[in-house]
């Protein structure tokens, strides 16, 4: 497993590297050993709080990220409560994974569906209008652009895959009918599904 640790307004020592590398290590063994890559940053939160935030990213499989994070006021103490959300997350999904991984070396590479992923953030407030008259301030302006891939999953698998990457929601191909479907978290903590071919 490739290993990546970076450290963003604060400098991460050999013994905080020796520690990220020997934990990760003894995760992947444990649950898979089939880990491509992982990546650990750290960083200095809170203007003089001394809280630190420690994200971790691994890759256990073609376009499945595990993501955890965590802030406390130590960075050994905020790695291993993220080390330890990763590792809940692959022992919930142990199962799925290795069946995930034996069906993708089985199966032919699924046809992928080419998106972009948009981030929207209110612009600042202007006393600009436009042709109909609408003040400009209220749009949304568009601060990031990223590509991303909509891969043909089962429903359980898209869920698996939202949880395993810390997102609230999660566009795919329903590999039963082809049709676009999305996976969310709700409020409540429950998964809700939308499944436009049962609407169609």
């Known amino acids: ?21 020997e934990k990760l290590e003894d995760i992947n063994s444990k649950y898979f050993n089939r880990a ?26 073609r376009n499945i990220m595990v993501v955890a994070e965590n802030e406390t006021s130590d ?10 959300k990763i590792a809940k997350q692959l022992r919930r999904y142990k199962r799925k994974l290795r069946d995930h991984h034996e069906r993708q070396e089985q199966s032919p590479e699924a046809e992928i569906l080419k998106a972009r992923d948009f981030l929207l953030a209110s612009s600042p407030e202007t006393d600009e209008n436009d042709s109909d008259g609408v003040p400009l301030g209220d749009d949304p302006a568009i601060i990031a652009e990223t590509a991303k891939n909509i891969e043909t999953l089962s429903v359980s698998d898209a869920v698996m895959r939202m949880d395993l990457a810390g997102e609230n929601a999660l566009l795919f191909r329903n590999a039963k ?24």
């Open 1 to 21: 497993m490739q290993l990546t640790v970076q450290g963003k307004q604060m400098d991460v020592g050999d013994a905080l590297r020796t520690h990220v590398g």
């Open 36 to 61: 491509i890559d992982a990546t650990v940053s750290f960083s200095k939160e809170g203007h003089g709080h001394g809280q630190f935030r420690c994200q971790i990213s691994i890759r256990v499989g």
């Open 75 to 84: 960075p050994y103490a905020s790695f291993d409560v993220a080390a330890d």
């Open 177 to 200: 009918h082809s049709g676009l479907n999305l996976v969310y978290r709700r409020p409540d903590g429950n998964v809700g599904w939308v499944d436009l071919a049962e609407t169609a």
